[in-house]
């Protein structure tokens, strides 16, 4: 059987992971030499290790769960979140548990460890094919929201202009932008681009908020005409504490997309400063919990402004209440930058599961690096060129890899490695894991199956 590699930081020979038991809050790397403990000293920061796992959470899934919460009620919406989010980082803890007592930090050798060869490629396929599908779905989004963001900020017709082609501005950003910050050797090196990310998110929520003071409620009857569901009667005006109906079958499928890092967790833990267990494991639990306050004010006061008649669209509604405000149009550049700021990132994990499928045998090499690079930016980027429905193509891979990733994998892992008795805490978390994620991902691929047939 393929014996799993001890990790090595960034692929790069010659830093390597010590084998022995590590006491929790020591040092993850045991340098060979005064080199390493260099290496070692002027690796990712903290804060900028937080930027970039926060990147790998919030990406075009922050414009859709307003649109929840209109489905599931404020204190439904709150508790459910607050489930996902909680198990979220319990999963990351039982990543990060497996890699201290294996001596690995690649998710697909905790694959190899448990179930072999096998085990590897499934992981790592399932990696791959998360992560297209991602970032597919995000140029997809650039795609087709960009030149509409463009062109409210242009005065008179620019139809048929070079730069209202949403195909054409696809293929420049992705060549201009994607590629060249995908091709950076290590993940850290994305922290000022991640920290920009998170900004423009955090510019987003305070413009929702400051908005909602301005848009009255019930909406005028000139708006609401614009939408044949809407009475314009002050009975919209009521937010709703708790809400169920069929429709909220897709909030925790939503919402688990919506924290779905655990890709770039590994990477991100390999280029720590001082890396150990509980210095990555608090790395996790910032960003979860600042992305959970981000995700929560823009949920929240979105919806408070447009309570049930939010649009699932990009600031659809903004859009029709302020047609040509500058304000609304810069928030809606700056969402489309920071989801195009978030492809580069999701390419390292999907990029490192590619080498350990077809050259885990090799030593690093930089024709492979920029090789496989490139072919998978071609390849996002023609889904998101031709694919039609390519949002609905990549719900079912969406649904059944995230969920995989998030929950079932870890669970399942922890309970083929760990040695502890079944009825520990531990190995119960992760069984009660395991179940979670099998249920949330058949209901997922149900709610999208029906959806099909019946549209």
């Avoid at 909602?212 to 909406?219: D, F, H, T, V």
């Avoid at 700056?334 to 499928?357: D, E, N, Q």
């Avoid at 690093?364 to 996002?380: D, E, K, Q, R, Y």
């Avoid at 995989?404 to 079944?422: A, Q, R």
């Amino acid at each position: 059987m393929e014996q799993p590699r001890i990790c090595t930081v960034n692929s790069e020979p010659g830093w390597y992971l010590s084998a022995q038991d590590l006491e929790d809050g020591a040092p993850l790397l045991s340098p060979p030499d005064t080199a390493s403990l260099n290496h070692v000293s002027t690796g990712t920061s903290f804060g900028i290790s937080v930027f970039n796992l926060m990147n790998a959470i919030m990406g075009s899934g922050i414009l859709g769960l307003a649109y929840v919460m209109s489905k599931t009620g404020i204190i439904g919406f709150s508790m459910l979140m607050l489930i996902v989010a909680l198990l979220a980082s319990y999963s990351i803890f039982l990543l990060l548990t497996m890699c201290i007592y294996t001596a690995v930090t690649s998710y697909e050798d905790l694959g190899l460890f448990a179930f072999g060869s096998p085990g590897k490629v499934i992981v790592a396929s399932t990696i791959i094919i998360q992560n297209i599908g991602a970032m597919s779905s995000y140029l997809y989004v650039l795609k087709s929201e960009l030149p509409g963001a463009i062109a409210g900020l242009l005065n008179g017709d620019h139809s048929g202009s070079w730069y209202l082609d949403g195909r054409l501005l696809l293929l420049i950003t992705s060549v201009c932008i994607v590629f060249p910050l995908a091709l950076l050797p290590k993940i850290g090196f994305l922290g000022c681009t991640s920290s920009l990310s998170f900004f423009l998110m955090v510019y987003f929520t305070l413009v929702i908020i400051v908005k909602k003071w301005s848009i009255p409620c019930p909406l005028p009857l000139n708006f609401a005409t614009g939408y044949s569901q809407i009475s314009n009667s002050t009975g919209d005006c009521n937010a709703q504490l708790f809400h169920f109906s069929k429709e909220t079958a897709y909030a925790i499928p939503t919402m688990a997309f919506s924290f779905l890092c655990h890709t770039s967790v590994l990477p991100i833990y390999c280029e720590l400063q001082s890396p150990s267990k509980s210095r990555m494991q608090k790395v996790a639990n910032t960003g979860i919990a600042l992305s959970f306050l981000v995700y929560f004010l823009s949920a929240l006061f979105r919806y408070l402004t447009f309570y049930d008649h939010v649009d699932s669209e990009l600031l659809q509604g903004y859009s029709k209440y302020f047609p040509r405000d500058t304000l609304i149009m810069t928030v809606k550049l700056g969402i489309l930058f920071a989801v195009l700021l978030t492809v580069p990132l999701i390419h390292f994990p999907a990029r490192k599961a590619v080498m350990m499928i077809f050259f885990s045998h090799l030593p690093f090499s930089l024709i492979h690096h920029i090789f496989i690079t490139l072919v998978l930016n071609a390849i996002v980027v023609l889904l998101a060129m031709y694919v039609p429905d390519i949002r609905q193509l990549f719900g079912v891979v969406g649904s059944t890899t995230s969920t995989c990733l998030l929950f079932v994998y870890p669970g399942l892992f922890y309970l083929k490695i760990s040695t502890e008795d079944f009825i520990s805490w531990q190995k119960l978390g992760a069984c009660a894991l395991l179940i979670f994620g099998l249920l949330v991902g058949l209901l997922s691929l149900s709610i999208i199956m029906y959806s099909w047939v019946h549209h």
